[in-house]
């Protein structure tokens, strides 16, 4: 899955109530925010897409979704 088709599945994904708890220590407070966040660090990051651990938590929420 590309970066750009991740972040479309995100757009028309619907929002899962709030707090999501994507494992014991990760609690998202507000999903758009951590969406987004995460989505800016991936596009200014030049790193190779499967070592980001921003993609690795958009995933993570993904599968929790």
């Known amino acids: 899955m ?3 088709e991740l972040e479309d599945w995100f757009k028309n994904a ?3 109530a ?3 708890f994507l494992d014991e220590a990760t609690k998202i407070n507000s999903y758009s925010d951590f969406v987004n966040s995460h989505f800016i660090g991936i ?3 030049k ?3 499967t070592r980001n651990p ?3 938590r958009l995933l993570k929420l993904k599968k929790i979704i």
Do not use: G
């Open 54 to 56: 921003l993609i690795a």
């Open 43 to 45: 596009k200014a990051a």
């Open 18 to 20: 709030e707090p999501i």
């Open 47 to 49: 790193v190779d897409y």
């Open 2 to 4: 590309s970066i750009q």
């Open 14 to 16: 619907p929002a899962p």
